[in-house]
């Protein structure tokens, strides 16, 4: 448990080459917003987010918040084998593009498992496992790839 208030428990702002892994973030009290909060990556950046296990009553377990690729390069953010339970909404990407979201498990949350808002486009997201959300996933960017993914609610149309 962190002090009351906090917002976060992991901030990462205009972070470039960065691995956030391994950690277990369990406060249950919550943080005032997310687990881990990753904002303004730059396009050339190398930022991985793995191996974490979030629990808790969170409104988010993992942002990705205006975030950029630069298409042809590296991929920019990767949030990959996290475990999430009991959030609000386990993954949350807020006007990003090209993040790829890989073989994660979300569970238990009161929202989606895994959202992308309005203007995040082009991301993939594949292997998650989404089980028990309310729903599983939920798309309002456009030319986002979500294949292979194991879901019970929400409706998104897999790529190729």
Known sequence: PTCAGVEYGINVFQGTNMRIRGNVIDDPSGFGDAGIYIGGTPPDADLRVERNVLNGPNDRGII??????????????RVRKNTITGAGIGIWVFGSNGVEILTNAVS????????????????LISGNRLIGNNPDVLDAGSGNCWRHNVYATGTVAECN
């Not at 009161?110 to 991301?123: H, K, Y």
């Open 64 to 77: 990705v918040e205006d975030s950029l690729d630069n298409p042809g390069k590296p991929v920019g953010v």
């Open 108 to 123: 238990g949350t009161t929202a989606a498992g895994i959202e992308l808002t309005l203007n995040s486009n082009g991301n």
